[in-house]
């Protein structure tokens, strides 16, 4: 018996294990010429040929090269630009990260839901450390940020 065990996994389980939906990496990653191939297939209740299962530690290692290689590749982590506690506008923490200030405020509603802000006048105060750990939690592109309030098309 071989010493290498591999966990052999549908798309459908890879895809909820890594928060994709199943139509977009059967749509948009499958159809790559160096995705992985099918290792077997799971024998399902009914006639039929079964679901085809795949190798994890191969689509883990296809999924990590593919984030490496895109065009848009995921968000760096930022590194704080000055004092953690300092207390700024969004759109004086989007210039000291060299950002577009709409980079840093679409994200406005989590922002003020975790992080330390006070009202001054007719602004809005934010804590330096708060703002880029926020950002820094940011998915990546093409992924919501709340999945189970994503309205995009779901299909399993």
Known sequence: MSQHQTRAVTLG????DIGRS????RSHWRGHPDFPR??????TAGPGPGVEVYDLAELEAWRTAW????????PQPYEVPGEPEEMLTLGAIARRLGLDGKTVTQYRPQIEDRAVWEQRGQRRLYRL????????ARRGVGLA???????????E
């Open 38 to 43: 099918p290792v077997a297939r799971r024998p």
């Open 22 to 25: 199943t139509a977009s990496i």
């Open 129 to 136: 450390a708060d703002v880029v750990d926020v950002l820094n």
């Open 13 to 16: 389980e890879w895809a909820q």
């Open 67 to 74: 984030e490496t290689g895109r065009d848009r590749p995921a």
């Open 145 to 155: 940020a709340d999945p189970a309030a994503d309205r995009r098309r779901k299909t």
